[in-house]
């Protein structure tokens, strides 16, 4: 228990230089799917090979699913402070009853993520 703790205090630091990073990440995807929107119907990119619409339907939901890890990983990181402030002996019912469901639905959400993010790869295989 006693790791988790001081792992999740080191992840506590790193929150927000990662959220900030998240949302910039986040606001210029953005700003390029509107620029390929608002693009005329004789694009060029389309005629080199780097335009992959699936690409981008898989990025947005990308986006959503790490955003999801994320939050999920602050309620993390607040359970285990909680958690910290527990005698011993109570830690292990409190880590199974408020950290273990969380934790399950994050390991969820990363098998989904892998699923989205390996996708179908320009040429048209999937791994």
């Known amino acids: 228990m006693n790791d988790y703790i001081s792992a999740y205090a080191q992840v506590e630091h790193l929150q927000s230089d990662y959220d900030q990073k998240l949302q910039k990440y986040s606001e210029l995807y953005s700003l390029a799917r509107k620029r390929d929107n ?7 990119e389309c005629f080199h090979g780097k335009h ?6 898989n990025m947005t939901e990308i986006i959503d ?3 999801q890890i994320n939050e999920l990983t602050k309620r993390q990181t607040s359970v285990i402070h909680a958690m910290a402030s527990l005698p011993e002996p109570e830690r292990v019912k409190f880590w199974h ?3 273990a469901p969380p934790a399950a639905e994050e390991h969820a959400l990363r098998e989904k993520l892998q ?3 390996q996708g179908t790869p320009p ?3 999937v791994q």
């Open 52 to 57: 992959h619409p699936e690409t981008c339907k």
């Open 97 to 99: 009853e408020q950290f």
């Open 115 to 117: 699923v989205v993010g």
């Open 123 to 125: 040429g048209g295989r």
């Open 38 to 44: 608002d693009r005329g119907i004789f694009n060029v």
């Open 65 to 67: 699913l790490v955003r």
